[in-house]
Each structure stands twice: as structure tokens, then as C-alpha cells.
């Protein structure tokens, strides 16, 4: 997370993170998920997240500078199995770190699904909140996802670099790209910040049919996913995306009990609570196949229409 000048942890009377009153009013959900894989009316979302002690295993090999991040991020992707040619180094002028990216091909569009989650940390603490804890799933949401039969969608898994330095990998690949896998980008789903508390979605900014998906599988897996938006607090990487039109979501687990833990010493790793980094994990590979079955691709979308409910 990318805080804001003004708004630094510690000011207590400047931090306006709101739960917001609107995500009450979802709509009937239409999935019953008994456990993964998940059955729904009229599809089936077959997908196996990766082994609980894998996963957790993968969050304790934090390090604590950038550039040991990196490669250790990039060390678990290829174990993983995204490896050669799916794993791309994108060089970023300026940075010691490229951003790193691991690719999914998907067969029935040309269409991309972008994951994201910064893997650089400030000076002060471990940055285990902010954001190894986003990071170190990308692997493991790739694992789950390539084990699937097929995918619609192809998938860039996105190891983003100096999200801290002011969102200069993201702004570099939206910048690299523009003319090029931009124009494809469906959907941004970016992890800032997760498992020091309950999952959140970042409501203000997200586009409305992807956080009524998000809703969906969250009540599906019996979980809970309030809004929480951090607008006047600070920023992501999902921000360069958002200024090309792109739909975006962001995930987070700040409130104002656990946002006074970014950027401080406080950030270490004894802070995440292991049972929501699980469960943040199952719910993200779910909403990950969901959204691969159930989005429709821009160049076949109708008028704009709400969600099937
Ligand atoms: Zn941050």
C-alpha cells in the first residue's frame, strides 16, 4: 500500500477508513459451495487450491530486501512449475528490481486477467503485511489455476516492483503496454495488504460487477467480505490501471485497528493470522475460476446489463 503523504499511520484523526453500508444489499446468491471444488445452480466451479502447509510454507520465506523478495518470489513460481517461457522479468528503468511476471494461457479469448500484488517493502519492519502477504499467494493462485482443465482467460500473474517508490512497476507496465495487452486487460485483481484481519474489498474504486462476483463466492464459501475503502489513506497499483478504464478490484485487510501497522516495525510476520491468509487464499483461487467461467469477455459483451442474479 502506497500511503499517503498526509495520512500517515499513527495520525489517527486523519485515518477514514469506512465500512461502507451498501454491500448489505447484495443480492441472493447462487452458488452453494459445500466445500472445493464448488457446485453451483447451473455450473460447476472446479478448482483445488494448493495444500494449507504449502501455502503457508511460502508466506514464511519472507526477506527483507527488495531485491532477495524478488528472487525468492521468483523462486517459488518456478517451483510452482511457472517457469521458461512463462516467466517473464520485466525490466523497470530506475528500479534494482524488474517486475515479475508468470503467464497462463487461456484458449477462448484473447482477454487477460491480470493478479497483482507488490512484492517491494519500506524501510521500517518486515513488510509482511505490506505486502508479502499478497506476493507470496501469486504462486499459489497460479498453481491452483493451471491445474484447472481449461481457462478461458490467460492469466498474468504480477509481481509488481516498487509499488512503495510512488506505483512505479505498475505505471511502467500499463505504460509498456498501452498499446499493446492493455486494450485486453478484462479485469485487475490486485492483493495489498492481506491477512493481518478480515478480508476487505476496497469498494469505492472497485468496478460493481466484480465486486458482486467477489460477494457471491464470498458468502458461497460462507465468508465474510465487507467493504472497506481507503481512498483518503493511500493508493495501489491498481490506480494506472484504473485511469486507463481498466476494471479493477483491490483486496486488503486495513481497518483502523490494522492500518497503524503499515510502514512501521510493527509489520513483521507474527502479525498475520495464518487462518485468514488460508482462507483469503481458498476464497481468492475460487473467485479466480469463477471469474474465468463466468466474465464475459469484452469483445463479446452485450449492452451493459447487471450480473446474472
Ligand atoms: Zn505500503
Known sequence: MRLSELKRPGDRRCIVLLASPTMETVP???????ALPLATVGQTVSVAPVEDDVVL????????????RRQTLEAIFREADCGDPALISHNVR???????????????TEEIIVVSAHFDKVRAGAGAVDNWSGA?????????????KTAKY??????????????????AWVKDHKKTMLKNVRAVINIDSVAVGPLYVWHSQANPELEQYALRVARAL????????????????????????VPIIDFHALDNKTFPILHTIDDQLSVIKLDEYKSTYRFLTLYLAFLDQTLLPKASAEPKTEPPR
Open 28 to 34: 441472493k446468491i447462487w452458488i452453494f459451495a459445500f
Open 57 to 68: 510454507g511460502r508466506l514464511k520465506r519472507i526477506e527483507k530486501d527488495n531485491n532477495a
Open 94 to 108: 530506475g528500479t534494482s528490481a524488474p517486475n515479475l511476471i508468470c503467464e497462463l494461457k487461456g484458449e477462448a
Open 136 to 148: 507470496s499467494l501469486l504462486p499459489s493462485l497460479f498453481e491452483a489455476l493451471s491445474k484447472r
Open 154 to 171: 490467460t492469466f498474468l500473474f504480477i509481481g509488481f516492483t516498487d509499488e512503495e517508490a510512488g506505483l512505479v512497476g505498475s505505471r
Open 222 to 245: 460462507k465468508m465474510s467480505l465487507t467493504a472497506m475503502s481507503a481512498d483518503q489513506v493511500g493508493a495501489s497499483d491498481t490506480l494506472p490501471f484504473r485511469e486507463n478504464k
